[in-house]
């Protein structure tokens, strides 16, 4: 059997981790901590997996664009840009920080494991 895969590897799994991670933030941009999620920004890519809280993050769409692919936030690799392309330590500190706050929240209210 073919299965379909992409940049983030087999589609369906990727899919799957996509909504875990919305509810793990009980579905709260962890940029702006006030809009919907609606999408998963990688502040990196990595080879050996996403991680919740570490290089996924859901974030809402005008936060995504605005904000995690700014100039300010987003470094470009011209050698590797698909794997290499990544958010400045700053900015990762931050998402990270807002998403341990959120999903400290959700699981003290019992809404998520």
């Known amino acids: 059997m073919i299965t379909k895969t992409t940049r983030y590897g087999n589609i369906k ?28 920004h990688h502040s ?5 997996g996403d991680r919740y809280g570490i290089n996924i993050f859901p974030v809402c769409r005008h936060c995504h664009f605005n ?6 936030n987003w470094i470009i690799s011209l050698i ?3 794997w290499k392309n990544h958010n400045t330590p700053a900015f990762t500190a931050l998402l990270k920080r807002n998403y341990k706050r959120i999903n400290k929240t959700v ?4 809404e998520v494991n």
């Open 80 to 82: 590797n840009p698909t």
């Open 107 to 110: 699981r003290t209210s019992g």
């Open 67 to 72: 904000v995690c692919h700014s100039p300010q």
């Open 13 to 40: 799994k990727y899919k799957k981790r996509c909504r875990k991670a919305h509810l793990r933030t009980n579905g709260l941009c962890t940029v702006c901590l006030l809009n919907k999620s609606e999408q998963i």
């Open 44 to 48: 990196s890519y990595r080879k050996s």
